[in-house]
């Protein structure tokens, strides 16, 4: 692990197929929101670090929740990005989620075995 303490983790459903500003958006959206959850220490040990932000691929709206779930009962931030559905999508549409700024071991535990996306 580099010296970095904290991070955020990105998580993108790839049986989507998004373009790629959208995609963007998405995970703009969910980057966004989480960090307007995150209490402020945390926000500003994470920023003097350098805001480290990892997008993660998951296969589904299942894998999606489930980790967002996960995140959630292991008091992590989290922010699950629901479409507005006036682009490309249907309305209702779960996209992307976030988790952090946390620890980044704690985000690891949930999220080390996906990949880079």
């Known amino acids: 692990m580099s010296d970095q ?3 955020q983790v990105i998580l993108i459903r790839q049986d989507l197929k998004l373009p790629k500003g959208k995609l ?3 995970a703009s959206h969910a980057s966004v929101d989480a960090v307007l959850k995150s209490d402020e220490t945390t926000i500003k040990a994470w ?3 350098g805001m480290a932000k990892i997008v993660l691929k998951v296969k589904d709206q299942t894998q999606l929740v489930k980790l967002f779930q996960q995140a959630k009962d292991n008091d992590l931030t989290a922010s699950l990005i629901t479409d507005a559905g006036k682009t490309v999508i249907a309305p209702g549409t779960k996209t992307a989620v976030a988790i952090g700024p946390a620890e980044a071991v704690e985000i690891d535990k949930i999220t ?3 990949p880079l996306l």
């Open 24 to 26: 963007a958006a998405q």
């Open 112 to 114: 080390e075995k996906l």
């Open 5 to 7: 303490q904290y991070k």
């Open 47 to 49: 920023r003097a670090e």
